[in-house]
């Protein structure tokens, strides 16, 4: 049983919901991103670390001018995991690859899925990428015992929800809405049948995203979800706060609030 597994039996054991904070690596730099990743851990039943990408279709604005900012940098795929890897030495959080295909092949899959075992990587979620087209990345995922986690949406027919029940390990992220990420005043109801759907065909931890920015939703996503991701609220404090010498305290005071965690 993998770190990502264990997280959430141990959620399941203690009647706890999870989690799931989201950040793009390099996002002002790299050096933040780890100290980030340390500060956000004890918040955090799993973490996303997006891979910056410069056609992020699927992403809002705000996490899109991050992406901007992270491209800026000028590093690689192999210096987002070794930044993983450095952070990895001071947490147990499990921590998650959220990428588009594109940089990923052309790194190497195979590649990929060692450097990313190495660094202390537990799983890779693909946004762009469906399950009728994953099956070599996924084998080569599992050969170093990561996990493949899939998206869902409202949109989804019921045979794609079984397709992706077929193919998911570790946990199933369910996209609250159609559209872009974002924050919004209200999560979509659409939501919550997708979850009820879902657990018709799978027994995995469901976690929902896009949209959630506030205390209220957070609690609100918890009463049917087993874990809550709250990506363009947290990349939006950060944009707002980057001047700040103290950005790692800002977020942790900001996470405290959001989870109602201190």
């Not at 910056?52 to 699927?58: G, L, Y």
């Not at 790194?107 to 994953?134: I, N, W, Y």
């Not at 957070?218 to 700040?244: F, H, P, T, W």
Request: net charge negative; aromatic share 8%; hydrophobic share 45%.
């Amino acid at each position: 049983m993998g770190r990502i597994a264990d997280a959430f039996t141990t959620l399941k054991r203690d009647g706890k919901k999870g989690f799931i904070p989201y950040i793009i690596a390099g996002d002002p730099d790299l050096a933040t991103t780890e100290q980030l990743l340390v500060t956000i851990a004890p918040y955090a039943t799993l973490i996303e670390l997006g891979v910056p990408f410069s056609d992020p279709m699927a992403d809002g604005p705000v996490i899109q001018r991050a992406s901007e900012r992270a491209l800026k940098n000028k590093f690689g795929l192999q210096d987002i995991l070794d930044t993983a890897g450095r952070a990895r030495k001071q947490i147990d959080t499990p921590i998650i690859l959220f990428s588009y295909y594109n940089p990923l092949l052309q790194f190497g899959l195979k590649r990929l899925a060692q450097a990313a075992q190495e660094a202390g990587v537990d799983g890779v979620l693909v946004t762009d990428l469906t399950p009728e087209e994953s099956g070599e990345f996924e084998a080569e995922l599992r050969a170093q015992g990561l996990d493949m986690i899939f998206l869902i949406a409202p949109t989804s027919t019921d045979e794609r929800l079984k397709l992706v029940a077929e193919h998911a390990s570790g946990f199933i992220y369910a996209v609250s809405r159609a559209g872009v990420t974002g924050a919004r005043e209200q999560v979509s109801e659409e939501a919550e049948k997708l979850v009820n759907r879902m657990r018709r065909f799978s027994s995995l931890p469901i976690a929902v995203g896009f949209g959630i920015s506030t205390a209220a939703q957070v609690a609100d996503v918890s009463r049917y979800a087993d874990a809550v991701v709250v990506g363009s609220a947290i990349v939006a404090e950060m944009e707002r706060c980057l001047k700040e010498t103290e950005l790692s305290r800002h977020i942790d005071s900001f996470l405290s609030r959001i989870t109602g965690f201190s």
